[in-house]
């Protein structure tokens, strides 16, 4: 009799430990996609260096559909296809809160991504193909 209430003691207690950790971990993640972005001062104050004319924005265009418009949608509304399956919102690129942020925050976001945003360091190793894409993402304010 004292075995079987052992066990289920321990029992018990295995699946409290499971449960506060399985707890933990979602109230992390929900935590970090409550938090503000936070973009470094240096990052903030980098300045676009890729001229933005007509070939730059066609340029910055094609990398956008191809990186972005599976979850930004085609026109920066944050409707793409993929945006339903995602934990956090994707943000509208033609609002004034994206207008208001610098070249420099947005070549971070890009570069480093967070949460459901994915880091774009291996897949556009060009910097000057990111900053061609902030070119094409300033066409999309309202």
């Not at 004292?2 to 399985?22: C, D, E, S, Y």
């Not at 933005?52 to 509304?77: E, Y």
Request: charged share 30%; aromatic share 10%.
């Amino acid at each position: 009799m004292k075995t079987v209430i052992n066990k289920n003691f321990l029992l018990a207690g295995i699946v409290m430990f499971v449960l506060a950790f399985v707890t933990m971990s979602f109230n992390n993640k929900f935590q970090e996609k409550k938090k503000p972005w936070v973009v470094p001062d240096a990052s903030k104050k980098m300045k676009n260096p890729v001229k933005s004319d007509d070939g730059t924005i066609a340029a910055g265009k094609t990398l956008f559909m191809k990186h972005c418009k599976s979850c930004h949608g085609a026109k920066g509304l944050g409707d793409g296809p993929k945006s339903k399956e995602l934990d956090t919102p994707c943000g509208d690129f033609s609002a004034k809160d994206v207008a208001d942020q610098t070249d420099g925050e947005l070549f971070y976001k890009i570069k480093e991504g967070r949460v459901d945003m994915p880091s774009f360091k291996k897949k556009i190793t060009e910097d000057e193909e990111i900053w061609s894409i902030i070119n094409f993402m300033r066409t999309l304010k309202k």
